[in-house]
């Protein structure tokens, strides 16, 4: 059980493109998704946090016009990069959790962007 | 002071000895305590979390919390090549969010 999934799992794209990601939990739903952002052989980075049906909370730092968030439905969340230049190229992970797992976070298996 | 602190590593054990990893947090509020394991390339993979000072085992896996030291460890025993990896430790105070650590680089050398 707790399994997230994420799509697509890398995407190449062009500077000023924009990118959507989806993260979806598949055998259960999930009160709250986050995303997070990770630098090669650095920690995760928070990058926002969504509850269904309402407007995510952005860390400090994290452009909220840049990086949309979308958490239409308890099984599933989208992050958009608009705009996306090459410093936004990272591996962005998304991970789930429900009242049943308490505090305990499922992540799914991250998505690898590059912008050319 | 950072929030969690974690050695980066590399932590080399031979195979079948025991691989102990540490983690010290600042946050005296923190109140559930994870391992995560994250190969290279890959997304973390939930190991261990306990909640409550003493010991939680699963397999060959034992997390360990001291609230009053604000230590957590996890001890591998009969360490494998596969369980080359990183180790982050991770809690949660009174919110939603989890903070890392950066990170223990475990090698298991055969």
């Known amino acids: 059980g707790a399994v997230v999934s994420q799509h697509p799992s890398w995407v190449i794209c062009k500077s000023g493109t924009s990118v959507k990601i989806e993260c979806r939990s598949l055998?259960?739903?999930?009160?709250?998704m986050f995303w997070y952002r990770q630098f090669p052989k650095q920690s995760l980075m928070l990058m926002a946090t969504?509850?269904?049906?309402?407007?995510?909370?952005?860390e400090q730092g994290v452009e909220k016009d840049k990086f949309l968030i979308n958490h239409a439905s308890l099984t599933l969340s989208t992050l958009t990069v608009t705009s996306a230049h090459p410093e936004d190229s990272s591996f962005y992970i998304c991970?789930?959790?429900?009242?049943?797992?308490?505090?305990?976070?499922?992540f799914g298996p991250g998505t690898r962007l590059t912008v050319l | 002071q950072k929030e969690v602190e974690q050695n980066s590593g590399p932590l080399s054990v031979p195979e079948g000895a025991i691989a102990s990893l540490n983690c010290t947090y600042s946050d005296r509020g923190s109140q559930s305590f994870f391992w995560y394991r994250q190969y290279s390339g890959k997304s973390p993979e939930l190991k261990m979390f306990i909640y409550s000072n003493g010991d939680k085992e699963d397999g060959r896996f034992t997390a360990q919390l001291n609230k009053a030291s604000q230590y957590v460890s996890l001890l591998i025993r009969d360490s494998q090549p596969s369980d080359s990896a990183t180790y982050l430790c991770a809690f949660t105070g009174g919110g939603n969010k989890l903070t890392f650590g950066t990170g223990t680089q475990l090698k298991v050398e055969l």
């Open positions: 055998d259960f739903q999930a009160t709250t």
């Open positions: 969504s509850n269904e049906g309402s407007k995510a909370t952005y």
């Open positions: 991970s789930a959790r429900t009242y049943r797992t308490s505090d305990t976070q499922y």
